[in-house]
């Protein structure tokens, strides 16, 4: 079933635009709406067309509107399979406060929060996964590849005394990759390895 409670965000030319054209090469439309260049460089935007605005602000991450406890409660409610009581760690806390700064980066920008693009765009069964992984959708899978590496290892037991939990949770990165694996592996965007 899909919502129709989406509401649309409002877009306005913004006053303070400098004339000048878009600034996706080859579009020759003014650029009226502002996008944040990086959230190191507060000050710095891209001026784009409408529609090339839109598509820059479609390239957030699903989760980045959402504040650290709703990504938690989102990424909780749709489980599919019961979520192990490991911390996130580090890593996973870090991730989240650069959420909750792209979320204010994106306020500070557009004068308001990013609109989740609606849940059909991140396939139900892979959210949990990306979740994990600490990806972002769409994803190319040689960056869930790079990432498998990189998490297998940290969170072997072997390198964690045979911790119980190292163990717990290497078992849902697998679980993750896998589902990552299925879905992106046959896809057209997928590289030759
Ligand atoms: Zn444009």
Known sequence: MISTSRKPR???????????QCDTPGCEHAGE???PKS????????????DHVR??????DYYRGMAPEEIE??????????????PLGQQGKQARLDEAAEAELHAFAFGTRPKAPPKQDIPAELREALGIF?????VAFATVKAKYKELAKRHHPDA??????????LKHVNLAYAALRAKLATAPQAPAD
Not at 160 to 169: A, L, T, Y
């Open 39 to 50: 959230r190191t460089s507060l000050r710095e935007f891209h001026w784009f067309c409408l």
């Open 73 to 86: 409660v989102e990424i909780r409610a749709d489980s599919s399979w019961q979520r192990p009581t490991w």
């Open 55 to 60: 598509a820059y602000n479609a390239g957030w």
């Open 134 to 138: 600490g990806l972002a959708w769409p």
């Open 33 to 35: 709406y502002r996008a």
């Open 10 to 20: 409002a877009f306005a030319p913004d006053p303070a635009a400098p004339g000048l």
């Open 160 to 169: 964690n005394n045979g911790s119980k939990q190292s163990e717990e949770m």
